[in-house]
C-alpha cells in the first residue's frame, strides 16, 4: 500500500504535504469570505433550457430546430456554434420513454465503473482504501443526475471521463480509449482529457491507440463538421451573438464552485470542498496507479480559473468523480511521508510498475 512519497526523499514528501496542507486553510478561507461567483439566481436555467428542447423532441420536432426555438426564446447567443451542444446526449435522451430511464442506464454504467474501480484500486491499495472511493463515486455521480441533472450532458461525460480512467488503470487501454471518445462525442469539453490520453500513449509509444485514437479522432471531426453545418443552417440573420464569452477569468473561486459540483461535496459548505480538493489531488499524485487522473483533474482545475461563466459551475461534473479515488489515498499518502525511512526497502518500489504509471 506504499504512495510514491514512500520513496521520495523525506524532505520532498513532507514539503508537497506541507503545502497540499497550506492550500486547504487558504481555500478554506476564500471559500469563506470571497464572493460567490454564481451568486446570481436565474429564474431561467440551462437544465430548463434542456428539459425543454427534450419535450419539444418528444413532440417529434428535430433538434436542432428545437434548440434554435428554445434558445431564441430565452436569449441565448447563436452566432457562434460552441453555444449549440452536440447532439448525441440530446438524441439519447428523445429515444427514451422519460428521463428516468436515462438515470437508470447510468446507475448501471456507474455500477459496472465502481466494480472495475475496486478491482484497480484493490491491484495497490486494500479494502480500507477501496470501499470508501467506490461509495464516494456512487453518490457523487447518482445524486447529480437525480431530478433534472440527467439532462446535463456533463453529468454523463463526467462518468464515462471516469471509466476511461478506470480501465487504463485496469490496463484495458481499448476500453478506455472507447469511452474517452464516448465522452468526446456527447461533450467536447472532453477534449482536455482526450489530448492527456494521447499524449501518454505517446509516451508509452503505444502506436496501436494512437492508430485508435487517430481514427476516433477522425470520425468525430466529421461528426463536429456535421453539427457544424447544421448549426449554420439553422442561424438567422437576426440572431444575435454572446456579448461576453466564456473567457471570464473566474479565479480560484470558481475552481472551487466546479469542484463543489459532486453529488456529494454538494450536500456540504463550501469550505468542506475547499478542505478536501487539495487532500484529493494530493492522494492521486502519490497514488502510484493514480497519475493520469491526477493530471486530467488538474488540467481541468487550470482550465476553469480562466474559462466559464459563472453558472457554468455544472461543469466541474466532468472531473469531480475522479476526486473520490483519490480522497482515500491522502491518509496513506501523509503517512508515508511523515514515517520514518526504511533504506532497505527503497529499492523494491521499481521493482513492480504500476500500470499506468508515467
Same mark, same amino acid.
Given at each position: 500500500?506504499?504512495?510514491?512519497?514512500?520513496?521520495?526523499?523525506?524532505?520532498?514528501?513532507?514539503? @508537497? #504535504? +506541507?503545502? &497540499?496542507?497550506?492550500?486547504?486553510?487558504?481555500?478554506?478561507?476564500? =471559500?469563506?469570505? /470571497?464572493? !460567490?461567483?454564481? %451568486?446570481?439566481?436565474?429564474?431561467?436555467?440551462?437544465?430548463?433550457?434542456?428539459?425543454?428542447?427534450?419535450?419539444?423532441?418528444?413532440?417529434?420536432?428535430?433538434?436542432?430546430?428545437?434548440?434554435?426555438?428554445?434558445?431564441?426564446?430565452?436569449?441565448?447567443?447563436?452566432?457562434?456554434?460552441?453555444?449549440?451542444?452536440?447532439?448525441?446526449?440530446?438524441?439519447?435522451?428523445?429515444?427514451?420513454?422519460?428521463?428516468?430511464?436515462?438515470?437508470?442506464?447510468?446507475?448501471?454504467?456507474?455500477?459496472?465503473?465502481?466494480?472495475?474501480?475496486?478491482?484497480?484500486?484493490?491491484?495497490?491499495?486494500?479494502?480500507?482504501?477501496?470501499?470508501?472511493?467506490?461509495?464516494?463515486?456512487?453518490?457523487? @455521480? #447518482? +445524486?447529480? &443526475?437525480?431530478?433534472?441533472?440527467?439532462?446535463?450532458?456533463?453529468? =454523463?461525460?463526467? /462518468?464515462? !471521463?471516469?471509466? %476511461?480512467?478506470?480501465?487504463?488503470?485496469?490496463?484495458?487501454?481499448?476500453?478506455?480509449?472507447?469511452?474517452?471518445?464516448?465522452?468526446?462525442?456527447?461533450?467536447?469539453?472532453?477534449?482536455?482529457?482526450?489530448?492527456?490520453?494521447?499524449?501518454?500513449?505517446?509516451?508509452?509509444?503505444?502506436?496501436?491507440?494512437?492508430?485508435?485514437?487517430?481514427?476516433?479522432?477522425?470520425?468525430?471531426?466529421?461528426?463536429?463538421?456535421?453539427?457544424?453545418?447544421?448549426?449554420?443552417?439553422?442561424?438567422?440573420?437576426?440572431?444575435?451573438?454572446?456579448?461576453?464569452?466564456?473567457?471570464?477569468?473566474?479565479?480560484?473561486?470558481?475552481?472551487?464552485?466546479?469542484?463543489?459540483?459532486?453529488?456529494?461535496?454538494?450536500?456540504?459548505?463550501?469550505?468542506?470542498?475547499?478542505?478536501?480538493?487539495?487532500?484529493?489531488?494530493?492522494?492521486?499524485?502519490?497514488?502510484?496507479?493514480?497519475?493520469?487522473?491526477?493530471?486530467?483533474?488538474?488540467?481541468?482545475?487550470?482550465?476553469?480559473?480562466?474559462?466559464?461563466?459563472?453558472?457554468?459551475?455544472?461543469?466541474?461534473?466532468?472531473?469531480?468523480?475522479?476526486?473520490?479515488?483519490?480522497?482515500?489515498?491522502?491518509?496513506?499518502?501523509?503517512?508515508?511521508?511523515?514515517?520514518?525511512?526504511?533504506?532497505?526497502?527503497?529499492?523494491?518500489?521499481?521493482?513492480?510498475?504500476?500500470?499506468?504509471?508515467?
Amino acid at each position: 500500500m506504499m504512495t510514491r512519497f514512500a520513496g521520495m526523499p523525506q524532505r520532498i514528501a513532507l514539503t @508537497i #504535504v +506541507l503545502v &497540499a496542507f497550506i492550500s486547504a486553510l487558504w481555500l478554506v478561507v476564500l =471559500a469563506e469570505t /470571497a464572493p !460567490i461567483t454564481s %451568486s446570481v439566481v436565474h429564474k431561467y436555467t440551462d437544465p430548463d433550457t434542456y428539459l425543454d428542447i427534450l419535450a419539444l423532441m418528444h413532440s417529434g420536432v428535430g433538434y436542432y430546430e428545437a434548440a434554435h426555438e428554445i434558445l431564441l426564446a430565452h436569449g441565448y447567443g447563436l452566432r457562434s456554434v460552441f453555444n449549440w451542444r452536440t447532439p448525441a446526449w440530446m438524441e439519447l435522451l428523445s429515444l427514451l420513454p422519460s428521463i428516468v430511464w436515462a438515470q437508470k442506464l447510468l446507475a448501471i454504467l456507474t455500477s459496472a465503473t465502481l466494480l472495475l474501480a475496486y478491482r484497480m484500486i484493490r491491484a495497490q491499495g486494500n479494502i480500507a482504501l477501496a470501499i470508501p472511493a467506490i461509495i464516494g463515486i456512487f453518490f457523487s @455521480i #447518482v +445524486l447529480l &443526475a437525480r431530478d433534472r441533472g440527467i439532462v446535463m450532458s456533463e453529468v =454523463a461525460t463526467g /462518468a464515462l !471521463i471516469l471509466l %476511461s480512467v478506470v480501465n487504463y488503470g485496469n490496463g484495458q487501454w481499448l476500453v478506455g480509449l472507447l469511452a474517452a471518445l464516448a465522452a468526446l462525442f456527447i461533450r467536447e469539453l472532453a477534449a482536455p482529457y482526450i489530448l492527456i490520453c494521447v499524449a501518454f500513449a505517446a509516451y508509452r509509444a503505444n502506436a496501436r491507440e494512437l492508430v485508435g485514437w487517430a481514427l476516433g479522432l477522425s470520425a468525430y471531426f466529421a461528426y463536429f463538421s456535421w453539427h457544424w453545418i447544421e448549426v449554420m443552417q439553422q442561424i438567422a440573420p437576426t440572431d444575435r451573438a454572446d456579448p461576453n464569452g466564456w473567457i471570464r477569468f473566474g479565479g480560484i473561486r470558481f475552481v472551487l464552485e466546479t469542484a463543489h459540483f459532486n453529488g456529494l461535496f454538494n450536500l456540504t459548505p463550501l469550505w468542506i470542498t475547499a478542505a478536501l480538493l487539495p487532500a484529493a489531488l494530493l492522494g492521486l499524485f502519490a497514488w502510484r496507479d493514480g497519475l493520469r487522473a491526477a493530471v486530467t483533474v488538474t488540467t481541468y482545475l487550470c482550465i476553469f480559473a480562466v474559462v466559464g461563466k459563472p453558472f457554468n459551475d455544472y461543469w466541474g461534473a466532468l472531473y469531480t468523480p475522479l476526486l473520490m479515488l483519490g480522497l482515500p489515498w491522502s491518509i496513506p499518502a501523509a503517512y508515508d511521508a511523515l514515517a520514518p525511512r526504511r533504506p532497505s526497502a527503497l529499492p523494491q518500489l521499481c521493482d513492480t510498475p504500476a500500470q499506468d504509471n508515467l
